[in-house]
């Protein structure tokens, strides 16, 4: 799964304690005997497990699997993949080697485990037991050498282990690799060795040696064999998508229901909702919809081919059937509420998807299947938008108050989700929600001082949620969290500057067209005159603006003609998010829409 680099992944953002002890128990409840070391040793282990600076993120992995990773400052400790309990990384696993049962193989076999393949049967040996552990088809599997005791990979069984028989011929795969020693995931901690890896035991004699070469080539000519099988079955997928007939519009649109369906009723569910929601529109349509669409016409059934063409219309003709409520936010869509009663999502029957298709097709070793290579443009091309996080820092005497006695930090970073539950926090410790409409906020003397001007201190005395949201918001010192597509994340003051590109009427008659604010996002700002000197097929130049302190120089770009449009869709291009582009028309008559 982590051969290749995430797709997609969300900014770090640190674990309430709450949140870290609920994940903890967890783990304790997947892995018991990690509890019982935990409280027979000193606390540094229980720290190791779950330390204080534990952050997370949520990733999209590069065949469109969803997940979330756990990290500490060095070291990514755990992930967490829906339907699968906590399943820790190598850098876990190192502290506590016998907390899952464990599989042997030989030394070359972990190094095509490295490059992406998967473990199978003629790889096998048996471990000090003499048998193999009592293991179903998807229980949680650790590997590693024989005669070395710390684990190197993890993955799921694919049959179960009695039904295993080893150095008998048998072939096929025994486990499916989630995560290996030098992946990608490995690579976003400190890169450490595993511990006494030039040590291994070596206890085998010559007859065991001619076993492990026989058991090499074994493996070798099952790897071979198994890619001309996958090759062969995609030829014939191929032919196959050649031959099939195309969807009606009526159609797409059919399976474009089904698959939010589909990913609402098995993917998101009822009980996780919580934990989703606010989802942005299209992180739906790419991480939930598109997995979620027929294997064998999902190539098919796209947005761009339905009626509505646009996720947006989309969208709202759910939300007129009253089964999503949408809302904007800053230009993006969010969903903010499912409504699970629907008679849409009741007696929704189950079917073979692109996601089980993705993960049949990783599990054999090859790349994610050309059929959904518009849902891998589309991931591909969310990877190159720059990520913008907003991010509160309370500020003054009345505010830090607030944070105070919602038992909260008075000197963290806050996104807005989280000063929501802050605010929730203080309204369940100090009761202050309205009895007859719990929306309401009773204003008592601390939000009288935190979100309260002085003429409505004797004139207001309840107000909403949002209402307060806003206010509290609106008194803390606004940062944001700049990550530009292959670089490291900036932290500066202030709310993000919008690209803004302004049209207008110069020297009579000459229409013309200015660019600011480039240098925001990372843009070179003599390479983008020169492009857009080609895209618009009209002079391109750029100055200085006046004003700007010359040890961080700003510059206005001059487009010659209407070209608001053009660079508008380079912007977008390049990564600058759609709802950080300001545009303003003044060439427009009068009364017209005069911003867009």
Known sequence: MFKKPLANLKSFSPLRSSDRRRFQNEAYTAYPSLKEICNNVEEGASHHLMPDDLRSAKFISHVGTPGVVYMSEKQALWISIEKLPPIPT???????????????????VVHKLMKGADLMIPGLVLGPEGVLPTLNTGDLVTITIKGYSFPLAIGTMALPTSDIKTRSGMKGKAVHIIHVYHDYLWAMGDKSSPPELGHISSDDDNDDDDDDEEGERKIETEIKEKNRDIEANE?????????????????????????????????????????VLPLSASSLYSAYIMPCRPVDIGTEVDIKKS??????????????????????????????SVNFSHPSLQGVQKYKTMESLNTATVAATKEPPAADKSHQKQLKEETQQADIQELFKPLGNSIIRFFEEAKHEKDKMYTIPEIRNVLSDYIKLHQ???????????????????????DEYNTIQRLGRDQILHRICQKMQPFHLMTLP??????RKGHPKPVEITQEIRQGRKTITKVTGVEGFG????????ELTRLCASSATYNPIQGVSPKNP???????????????????????????????????????KGRK
């Open 432 to 454: 202050s929600a309205d009895p007859r409409n719990q929306k309401m906020v009773i204003i008592d003397a601390i939000l009288c001082d935190a979100v309260l001007s002085k």
């Open 307 to 336: 009626s509505w063409k646009k996720l947006q219309k989309f969208l709202k003709t759910m939300e007129k059937s009253s089964l999503l409520k949408i809302k904007e936010q800053r230009g993006e869509t969010m969903i903010t």
């Open 523 to 530: 843009l070179d700002v003599d390479e983008l005159a020169k």
């Open 554 to 592: 700003l510059f206005e770009i001059m487009v010659q003609g209407p070209q608001i449009r053009h660079i508008t869709e380079l912007m977008i291009s390049k990564g600058v998010p759609k709802r950080f582009i300001d545009t303003f028309d003044k060439t427009a008559k009068k009364g017209g």
């Open 486 to 491: 292959g670089k490291e994340p900036v932290l």
């Open 235 to 275: 030829q014939s997928n191929v032919k196959e998508s050649e031959n099939k007939q195309h969807l009606t519009t009526n159609e797409i649109d059919d399976w474009l229901k089904k698959s939010l369906y589909q990913a609402l009723v098995y993917n998101i569910k009822a009980d996780n909702i919580s934990s």
């Open 90 to 108: 190598v850098y876990t696993m190192w502290q506590y080697p016998g907390m899952l049962p464990k599989l042997y193989t030989w030394s070359p």
